[in-house]
């Protein structure tokens, strides 16, 4: 069984809080980058608790989700908040994997087997404290396992959780419990089924997975059992030795929030107890590789998000095997003579995505999640000098799109006298609004046409003019790459 960190993210008021009974601001409040920040580090899943107060700070905690799954390589899981049918559909198409409700609210279990039905029973979760297992009926447990797939207990520590668990498992696992429905979810009809592991990269493993939870699923009524706990750390050698006899797939709470949590060095700790965690795993090890006389070998490194070269370094065998053990990247210096994480004096750190080998096994190309610049000058690539540069047209599309928008952007901070796109910024959003509506009308009529140039030209103006608004709106090409990636 795979063992997933989860990190809890506590909305309140449009920021992160430290958690469900504290209200105080977590470190500078800001809830899409603990979210990037904790993804980065290794978390499985982040956990979002909406203590939204109003319908209004509702749907800023809403627009914090789309956020934070846009930056996010980790499933979410959206908890809170949940009124109504509707809100459950709003949490999914804000990005989470699953929506969790809640077991102390009675309108949360009896709208439960409705939206298990219409989204789903492997989208659905519920949530229990150590109270609810007291009060809820035996009908109700059932409930839960019948139409949730997961279970998330709120418990204070592994002992506590150990003994609210076994009455609940026998339950479950006794002749009364339901079968779970396997009918296909009506919002999902056309859909393909999801693994529901974060760390399954590849068709075969998904394919593994997806049976795997199959497997899970087909046995009456049991759901996967996760838990957030009130521990600081999991340093305890009994505290694991709880979790590693437990059935508790999902772990999290104080000890896995911040930047300071340490999640790989967590997961490498449960990894030599026995259990199975999602790390770092490479291909090739350091004797498969072709040093230079010096020991080291060059590792060209690329933003993983525009392909962008950032900068070239050099790694010896500490650097190699402490950078697929962290997930940081870490280089050796050749000027100081030791180990160098990258970020941890200037925090731009670099978070390995990929990384790749050459044919003669004597350079690395490192694709990373790149925070702030790359550069010791400031600028987000060491290579932002030309030596030379022969005249052509671009064409690669995404760079076509940038510089495009740039120029426009250029315009709206600094307007140049005749421009059409500062003439379009002073008359406003209705003139660019009424723009974009008359170039779309104009992409229909080119279209009913046999010459596909016409839709080519006509497509071409009507770009333009959306980044005349995305400009106007303050969005940017990488927050539309984000927004479509993110889509199933």
Not at 39 to 51: E, K, P, T, V
Not at 142 to 151: E, H, N, S, T, V
Not at 367 to 377: E, I, K, L, N, Y
């Amino acid at each position: 069984m795979l063992r997933k960190l989860i990190t809890p993210i506590y909305l309140r008021g449009g920021k992160a809080v430290v958690s469900l009974t504290d209200a105080s601001v977590f470190g500078d409040g800001d809830a899409v980058r603990l979210a990037e920040d904790s993804s980065n580090r290794g978390a499985d899943i982040l956990m979002i608790f909406d203590q939204s107060d109003s319908d209004e700070e509702h749907e800023i905690c809403l627009t914090l989700m789309r956020k934070m799954a846009r930056l996010s390589d980790a499933q979410m899981w959206g908890a809170g908040n949940v009124k109504r049918v509707e809100d459950v559909k709003k949490i999914l198409y804000a990005g989470c994997r699953k929506a969790v409700l809640n077991a102390s609210k009675p309108s949360n279990l009896q709208m439960l087997e409705e939206v298990s039905k219409r989204f789903g029973r492997e989208k659905i979760a519920v949530c229990v404290t150590q109270s609810d297992v007291k009060t809820l009926s035996a009908a109700q447990l059932l409930q839960i396992g019948q139409y949730a797939q997961d279970l998330i207990f709120l418990a204070g520590d592994l002992p506590q959780l150990e003994k609210d668990l076994k009455g609940v498992l026998e339950l479950f696992a006794s002749p009364d419990a339901a079968a779970p429905d396997t009918a296909v979810p009506e919002e999902e009809e056309n859909k393909t089924d999801e693994a529901g592991v974060s760390s399954v990269t590849d068709r075969a493993q998904a394919e593994d997975a997806a049976s795997s939870a199959k497997e899970r699923n087909s046995r009456a009524g049991i759901p996967s059992i996760s838990a957030i706990i009130s521990l600081a750390s999991l340093s305890d050698p009994a505290q694991r030795k709880i979790l590693k006899n437990s059935c508790i797939e999902g772990i999290g709470g104080a000890f896995t929030q911040g930047r300071d949590a340490g999640l790989m060095e967590i997961k490498a700790v449960l990894k030599q107890d026995g259990m199975e965690t999602n790390l770092f795993k490479s291909a090739f090890s350091w004797d498969d590789l072709k040093t230079g006389a010096d020991g080291l070998i060059p590792v060209v490194v690329q933003d993983n998000s525009n392909e962008e070269v950032l900068m070239v370094a050099y790694m010896n065998r500490e650097a190699f095997e402490k950078t697929i053990q962290t997930g940081v990247m870490t280089y050796w210096s050749r000027s100081r003579h030791k180990l160098w994480v990258k970020g941890q004096t200037s925090g731009h750190y670099q978070y390995l995505k990929e990384l790749r080998v050459d044919c003669d096994n004597d350079t690395l190309l490192s694709r990373v999640a790149q925070v702030g610049a790359a550069c010791h000058t400031g600028n987000r690539s060491c290579f932002y000098r030309t030596a030379l540069r022969k005249d052509t047209p671009l064409r690669n599309p995404m760079k076509v799109f940038e510089d495009v928008y740039a120029t426009i952007e250029d315009r709206r901070i600094n307007p140049k006298e005749g421009s059409y796109t500062n003439y379009l910024f002073e008359k406003g959003i209705d003139k660019i609004l009424k723009k974009c509506g008359e170039e779309a009308s104009e992409i229909i009529i080119a279209a009913k046409n046999p010459n596909p140039e016409e839709v080519k030209y006509e497509m071409a103006d009507f770009l333009y003019h959306m980044m005349v608004l995305m400009s106007e709106q303050g969005i940017t090409w990488e927050d539309i790459a984000q927004e479509l990636a993110n889509r199933e």
